[in-house]
């Protein structure tokens, strides 16, 4: 009895860690191999595509329309209809560009239905972007108490300066300056060609100086 408990024991723990080692193994695949894997018939991988744009959809998309529980349904709607429409994907193109267009859209649809200023309601984004996705690494565990109070403070009025830059320039300057895409993806996902994508950046950083200049003088 005690060999065949032991047996057992061991087929568990074996079981435990083959399960581990497949997490592992599908971490290292692109999102083109998960993105096929699925379409295989692998319902694990929608979960892998979910577990690496959740956060990164979600900060996008507060950062857009300033309401993090409409930002959740927002993305939570993009990931529907990824899963809907995931075997027309054009798999010559980049799975993460496809995403991001679909929320982008998603959040151009929601101001578009709100009759307040947008310039008003993306006032409340406020303190919520997480230190992996902020374009400055803001606070360090070696710093003195006085430095993290300003480091803080800078991280508020750039937020600030931030939500009052015109749509149109709040999504090209997030997309590039925090969440990092190249000029050629921002024009696929925002649907404008390079020619406007890099003048409307241009005057975003304008504006944005413009703007936190008073703020931080």
């Given at each position: 009895?005690?060999?065949?408990g032991?047996?057992?024991?061991k087929?568990?723990?074996?079981?435990?860690?083959?399960?581990?080692?497949?997490?592992?193994?599908?971490?290292?695949?692109?999102?083109?191999?998960?993105?096929?894997?699925?379409?295989?018939?692998?319902?694990?991988?929608?979960?892998?595509?979910?577990?690496?744009?959740?956060?990164?959809?979600?900060?996008?998309?507060?950062?857009?329309?300033?309401?993090?529980?409409?930002?959740q349904?927002?993305?939570?709607?993009?990931?529907?209809?990824?899963?809907?429409?995931?075997?027309?994907?054009?798999?010559?193109?980049?799975?993460?560009?496809?995403?991001?267009?679909?929320?982008?859209?998603?959040?151009?649809?929601?101001?578009?239905?709100?009759?307040?200023?947008?310039?008003?309601?993306?006032?409340?984004?406020?303190?919520?972007?997480?230190?992996?996705?902020?374009?400055?690494?803001?606070?360090?565990?070696?710093?003195?108490p006085?430095?993290?109070y300003?480091?803080?403070?800078?991280?508020?009025k750039v937020e600030?300066?931030?939500?009052?830059?015109?749509?149109?320039?709040?999504?090209?300057?997030?997309?590039?300056?925090?969440?990092?895409?190249?000029?050629?993806?921002?024009?696929?996902?925002?649907?404008?060609?390079?020619?406007?994508?890099?003048?409307?950046?241009?005057?975003?950083?304008?504006?944005?100086?413009?703007?936190?200049?008073?703020?931080?003088?």
């Open positions: 009895m005690g060999a065949t032991l047996k057992v024991e087929g568990g723990l074996g079981a435990a860690t083959s399960a581990q080692d497949a997490r592992k193994e599908r971490a290292k695949l692109s999102d083109s191999e998960v993105v096929q894997r699925f379409l295989d018939g692998d319902q694990r991988a929608f979960g892998d595509l979910v577990q690496r744009y959740d956060r990164r959809l979600l900060n996008f998309v507060y950062r857009t329309v300033g309401d993090r529980e409409r930002a349904d927002l993305v939570q709607e993009t990931f529907v209809r990824v899963y809907r429409h995931l075997h027309r994907f054009d798999q010559t193109k980049k799975f993460s560009t496809w995403i991001y267009t679909i929320a982008g859209n998603l959040a151009k649809n929601e101001l578009r239905n709100r009759s307040r200023n947008p310039l008003v309601l993306f006032q409340t984004i406020k303190k919520n972007w997480d230190a992996d996705h902020r374009p400055l690494e803001w606070e360090d565990p070696k710093n003195k006085d430095d993290l300003r480091k803080r403070f800078l991280r508020e600030d300066a931030v939500a009052e830059l015109p749509e149109h320039h709040r999504v090209v300057f997030v997309l590039r300056e925090i969440e990092g895409k190249t000029y050629e993806e921002i024009a696929d996902i925002t649907g404008c060609n390079l020619g406007t994508v890099k003048s409307r950046l241009n005057r975003a950083r304008n504006n944005f100086a413009r703007i936190i200049a008073p703020m931080v003088g």
